[in-house]
């Protein structure tokens, strides 16, 4: 399985306009969020800093910032990622345990663990401290073994002291849970920055075994090596690994932090995790993930559980044939393209369906399967041209939702609400048609001006 820096190199070289190599030292403080907010608007490139003030190392960011880069980690593109994803995970590829690797090459235990020598970054001016975003938790089941990756919120605060935050309350909460319960004094941990990307997309997932999927994804195993003060085992060739302990009875503030909502949020678990060895590679490299509303953070979160989502819809209505959670609706909104010929209301269905399948979901757009639902302009235009507000919005009553969302008046609670742009019955009589050209045409222009 190729690490990160063969990825990076891959990426260098097969899509130069995708990689931007920045030689201008960058403080640890606001510079490398005001440098992506730069490139933003301009392809949304990863972004390597090759100086940055106060450390000697490397910081890469903006890894997952492209739908279409994100897509290419699976060999699939933006239209057929979420069939790859299940095409990809419907086998299983066991990882492989190895005595050493990469990773191991330094190692500071002990006295000699300092997160101040890393790179961890203040994003914004009310971020309550320097945030690592980019940290895969590996915890094992206290009792079962059970193996999960996933995200969390660490601030560093201390030479072996994170912050935490799991307020996504997924299966890491469930495993400190029972090591409370337990009463055990900590549960292991181990967080990995830096590594193939297919070990983030599945570590986005909110399931178990995320080793076996990410070797799925990747069409070969991840290779795994223990951890040096616990059991935990982790990726040989990551660039950077901490290894540590998740205090079951102690608590200190953390945050406030950039959510993905776009808005600050103070809300926190408020766990502490103690750091008892560094390892990591010869000159590593640090990867960071862009918070708040970037387009990185969402789409590495939302990509993942959206292609399960997608999963659920097909095998209930296999008249759903598109579906996107654009960028800028934050998780909240999905447009959905049904093929409804001859079977009128199905595409509510499905949008109740989607609804109940993702919590996170306020705003379900419905489209025909003529538009392509990464188009935005389509989308807008079918919803202008092939809606009326009088008939075509379905309001439904407030249920759960997301507890970030900032426009909620009691947390956790959301209405919901169904845009339906499929062109209405009565067309078929009335002679409504969208003009169109040759195919033949189309392909033999396409093939001359390619």
């Known amino acids: 399985m190729k690490d990160l820096r063969q990825y990076l190199e891959d990426l260098r ?95 500071h235990l002990s006295s000699e663990v300092d997160l101040g020598t890393l790179p961890a970054l203040k994003f914004f001016v009310e971020d309550g401290g320097r945030y690592i975003t980019s940290g895969i938790v590996v915890a094992n089941h206290p009792e079962t073994g059970e193996v999960n990756l996933s995200f969390a919120r660490l601030m560093v605060k201390d030479r072996n002291k994170l912050g935490v935050s799991i307020h996504s309350r997924g299966n890491l909460w469930r495993y400190f849970n029972r090591a409370t319960e337990l009463g055990r004094p900590w549960l292991n941990v181990a967080v990995v920055i830096g590594c193939n990307p297919t070990l983030y997309l599945a570590a986005a997932t909110r399931t178990t075994d995320e080793y076996k999927m990410a070797g799925a994804l990747a069409s070969e195993p991840v290779q795994l090596v223990k951890c040096e003060t616990n059991d935990v085992h982790v990726p040989s060739d990551a660039e950077i690994v901490l290894e540590g302990r998740m205090l079951t009875n102690v608590y200190e503030d953390e945050g406030p932090f950039s959510e993905y909502t776009g808005y600050v949020s103070g809300r926190s678990t408020r766990n502490v995790m103690i750091i008892d060895c560094i390892t990591h590679r010869r000159n590593p490299i640090f990867q960071t993930i862009i918070p708040t509303n970037s387009s990185e953070h969402l789409l590495l979160g939302g990509l993942p559980m959206q292609a399960n989502v997608y999963k659920r819809l097909k095998e209930s209505i296999p008249e759903v044939k598109g579906i996107n959670f654009p960028v800028w609706g934050t998780h909240f909104v999905a447009i959905l393209s049904v093929d409804k010929e001859g079977k009128e209301g199905v595409q509510i269905r499905a949008a109740m369906l989607l609804m109940g399948a993702n919590p996170y979901v306020k705003y379900v757009i419905l489209v025909d399967d003529d538009i392509d639902v990464f188009d935005e302009m389509q989308v807008l235009w079918a919803v202008a041209t092939r809606s009326q507000p009088d008939r075509s919005m379905h309001l439904f009553p407030v249920t759960d939702g997301n507890m970030l969302d900032p426009s909620q008046e009691r947390a956790g609670f959301t209405s919901r609400a169904v845009i339906d742009a499929t062109s209405p019955p009565h067309w078929k009589n009335a002679g409504v048609k969208v003009p169109s050209l040759p195919r033949d045409v189309v392909e033999k222009v396409q093939k001359k001006f390619k």
């Open 13 to 107: 070289q097969n899509f130069p306009e995708e990689f931007v190599k920045i030689s201008e030292q960058v403080s640890l403080e606001y510079e490398i969020t005001a440098v992506w907010k730069m490139f933003e608007r301009k392809g949304n490139p990863v972004l390597f800093f090759e100086k940055v003030q106060g450390c000697d190392m490397p910081v890469v960011a903006n890894v997952f910032g492209s739908r279409a880069r994100v897509a290419r980690m699976i060999g699939a593109d933006m239209w057929n990622f979420y069939d790859k994803w299940l095409e990809k995970t419907s086998v299983i590829v066991e990882p492989e345990y190895v005595s050493t690797g990469p990773v191991k090459e330094v190692k």
